[in-house]
């Protein structure tokens, strides 16, 4: 995770293929990171399916023998870490078993031809805590997964499609050092 912050505050929601790029080295992670540590007090959001599907990927990465058990480990503690910081936020805002958000994030997954989760999560982003921000502040969403990007796009979300794009499309680019006289 970024120690500086420099720049300016948004949410920023990640869906788990964006997240995992925050703990495992991967195409992405630098670019990822880089954004983050731009952000004045960056605050960091993911759905809880979301986040229960980032575990789910360090244990396919550990079982594929791409992470040894010590690794594998230690990026849980990190990540687990950082919810417990408050570095990320789970957000619950709208649990599967809420019954009487069932009918829009299904009529979501099937407009779009999503799966559950990801359907929550746009849900999420639209209709949950940070939706009336506007503008500059606006929520961001963050995936490298092409058809969620797209979906979210055209579901009027402000979009960062990590696989995609080198930056976030309307990035203004503010340097990634830090400000004068700050050490």
Do not use: C
Not at 39 to 48: D, F, S
């Amino acid at each position: 995770m970024p120690e500086e912050n420099v720049g300016w505050s948004i949410p920023i929601y990640l869906d788990a293929s964006a997240a995992v790029k925050l703990f495992v080295n991967e195409d992405g992670s630098v670019r990822l990171e880089d954004f983050i540590g731009r952000k004045w007090a960056a605050h960091l959001h993911i759905t809880e399916f979301a986040f229960y599907e980032t575990l789910g990927v360090f244990k396919k990465k550990l079982l594929r023998a791409e992470l040894d058990r010590d690794r594998y480990f230690n990026i849980i503690a990190e990540i687990t870490g950082s919810v417990e910081e408050r570095e990320i936020e789970i957000d619950s805002s709208f649990r599967p078993d809420s019954f009487h958000h069932f009918a829009d994030i299904y009529e979501l997954a099937a407009k779009h031809s999503l799966d559950w989760s990801d359907a929550l999560q746009v849900y999420t982003v639209l209709k949950g805590k940070w939706a009336g921000f506007r503008y500059e502040s606006t929520a961001m969403f963050i995936t490298a997964d092409q058809a969620l990007a797209n979906a979210a796009k055209l579901e009027g979300l402000r979009v960062w499609n990590l696989a995609k794009e080198d930056r976030p499309s309307d990035d203004p680019g503010l340097p990634l050092d830090k400000p004068e006289g700050q050490e």
